[in-house]
């Protein structure tokens, strides 16, 4: 499975932040993409009016920073989190 920019990509990346119990909005505004922590509320922020392209790309660069342990992931869950690992050093 390679990491492709679509639709489908981008949901199971969602998912799999929110499985962290990060929460995903998506604000108009001119800024960069990014994570953070407030009163112990996890939140990503992402501008949504940045192509697909760019919000895969956010996400993929927040999951490899927040190193999440893969220990409590399912298969399919692990292996995507692989393919961002992949992704990110043919980079």
Do not use: H
């Amino acid at each position: 499975m390679a990491l492709s920019y679509n639709q489908q990509t981008l949901s199971k990346l969602e998912a799999l932040l929110k499985d962290f119990g990060w929460s995903i909005r998506y604000e108009k505004g001119n800024f960069q993409s990014g994570s953070c922590l407030v009163r112990n509320i996890k939140t990503i922020v992402l501008n949504k009016f940045v192509p697909l392209e760019q919000k895969v790309q956010s996400l993929v660069e927040i999951i490899l920073e927040l190193e999440l342990e893969v220990g409590v992931l399912d298969r399919k869950q692990i292996q995507l989190i692989s393919e961002v690992k992949k992704y990110k050093s043919s980079t």
